[in-house]
């Protein structure tokens, strides 16, 4: 017979052992915590410096950068940074604030295009040590795009062609620029509003206003596209996971372009098969699920590859019917850029 010390041992062992099964359980995961689907930034409810949004860029840290035409914000988690007399520069209608676009170099420093201005870059970790860009090491006063790609170089695209630096190793040291236009280059001598860097071949895409798309395969070759009814001003790239890229245009709608095969495919509106609210396409996202956004001057449209949905200020929060641009964090909400504000953006809830 059992005594009831050896009982009480057995229950005690069977317990340890138990509790170690759990322990060794791999912990349920937590479903993500989401919140409303919309959510509004503006000059009354946040520190925006000004409701016309003109560029949105992400960081890797997750912080977001609005460039404006009253200077430029960052928001990070709960947080905003306003960076507004940096950024002032002369014109002949006065002084002015207008940012075009902003891009965080390699290095962690700031670039902010101006809308006239030439260059303000803020050096990392020196808030207080700027640096200015003018020509003629730029082909242009006034910025349109800036993007960075994986060697550390800074691209900009201009009023007048694109312009590249090669940044110094340190603050005491010049940079190195280089001018792109007709005379060295397919570029054209003309506004290039539309820069973006291939993720699967470091190739950089330069949309224009007359020529189509050229590719430049860094110092060993160009190439240019163009579908046979040429769009008009090619105002935004976006690469999906495969073989496709994606522009939006000033009044030809949005084009799918196959880097395999070079064969173009038009989206339109519905009167020409397609789903897009209107022929003015500002701005392209690509999400998680390979879905294409489109930012439009008639509202916001969605893409799934067999289906179209449409949001605009009638059916939605969207705080305007005109889009400037789209980008999309690590988390999969949608940042949306207006003439009237941000508008943070998720069908099942905005991820936390």
Known sequence: MFSFKNILLILIIVTIAIFSLDCNKAPIP???QRDIPWKIFNKSNSLLVDNKINSIYIDASGGKWFSTNNGANRLLSETWENVTS?????????????VNAIAVGKDGSIWYGLAGGGIRRRMVGQSNIWKEYRTPDLTSDIIYSIKTDDAGDIWVGTASGVSRCKPAPNIQSEDRWY?????????????IQSIGISPHDGTVWFGTYSLGVIRYDVDIDWNYFAPNDLPLPILSTVFTYGKYVWFGTYGDWAYQFNSQTTEWKQFADSAKGGGLPNFIVNAVAHDQNNNIWFGTNNGL?????????????????????????LAVDKKGNLWIGTTNGVAEFNEAGILK
């Open 30 to 32: 937590t479903a993500p």
């Open 301 to 325: 449209a969605k893409y799934t590859g067999s289906k179209w949905q449409r949001w605009n200020t009638i059916n939605s929060e969207l705080p305007s019917d005109i889009i400037t641009s």
């Open 179 to 191: 001018q792109y236009n007709s005379e060295n280059s397919l570029i054209p001598d003309e506004p």
């Open 86 to 98: 940096q950024l002032e520069y002369n014109t002949a209608r006065g002084r002015s604030r207008a």
